[in-house]
């Protein structure tokens, strides 16, 4: 196999259900030259038995497995470091990427060398697949980190790196089990350049009530940046802002 030109990066634990609809959506870009790392984080459902059939019919594919359950940051940096591609995108085991999405990606990061981390909008669909709406983040960098404690800055499953991205400003953070993206992020954002594009490339599964601990470590993710930044007066209200938030879904949806 030739060197490729985009690693496309997976993480997945007992995703037998969605599974094969986000391989597929891989496998069948526009964009052929890739390879797909995929890392099982110790499944115990199918998910390895659909792995080792897809590994099989396409050598594009490389399954890393872990023995027991890992977690996203420590399975993301693993796959990262296998990765030999010029470019890294990043994929999640329930969601499903638009045929062209890395090929526009791709020319758009090659006429654009400034850019180091391009996202994209995103159609949201619920878990049982019926369609809630359509996100489109703000373009340009100095607007995506503006209001970086309260909106997300990227959509993770859609974003494309360049691959010396990871050697200037580190991996994910292991320690985290929930809000590695956002970390990342926060810690590239003062010499990284982040953008988005309005085009919609990804259907992402939404699930609008984020279980407590995801909440509470994306929270613990933002008070530490905020602090060590000395912004905690100048955008403390933001965390305020992200905690009522976070209230008033939960009540929303417990009325439903």
């Known amino acids: 196999m030739t060197t490729p030109l985009v690693s496309v990066v997976m993480a997945c634990y007992n995703a037998e259900k969605t599974l094969m609809v986000a391989i597929d959506s891989i496998l069948n870009q526009t964009l052929h030259n890739l390879e797909f790392i995929i890392v099982n984080d110790g499944s115990t459902d199918q998910t390895t038995n659909i792995l080792n059939r897809y590994a099989n019919m396409d050598r594009r ?20 470091e296998r990765a030999q591609g010029r470019y890294i995108a990043s994929m999640d085991a329930d969601d499903y990427s638009f045929p062209e999405r890395l090929a526009r990606q791709v020319r758009f990061m090659d006429a654009c060398p400034n850019i180091d981390v391009l996202g994209t ?16 983040l703000p373009a340009e960098h100095a607007q995506i980190v503006a209001q970086r404690y309260i909106k997300p800055l990227l959509i993770h499953p859609t974003v494309l ?7 200037r400003f580190g991996l994910y953070n292991e320690s985290l089990r929930s809000g590695e993206d956002l970390d990342l992020w926060l810690r590239a954002r003062h010499s990284a350049t982040y953008r988005n594009l309005p085009d919609v ?20 993710v933002q008070y530490r940046h905020i602090r060590s930044s000395g912004e905690l007066f100048s955008k403390g209200y933001e965390l305020v802002y992200f905690a009522l938030r976070y209230v008033w879904v939960h009540l929303t949806n417990r009325k439903r």
């Open 61 to 80: 594919i490389l399954v890393i497995r872990n023995p027991k359950n890992r977690g996203q940051s420590w399975c993301r940096n693993r796959a990262v």
């Open 121 to 136: 909008a995103a159609e949201l669909v619920g878990t049982t697949g019926q369609h809630i709406g359509i996100l489109v």
């Open 161 to 167: 790196f360049r691959a010396d991205f990871f050697n």
């Open 201 to 220: 490339l990804l259907r992402y599964t939404y699930k609008p009530k984020k279980p407590v601990r995801a909440y509470l470590g994306d929270l613990g």
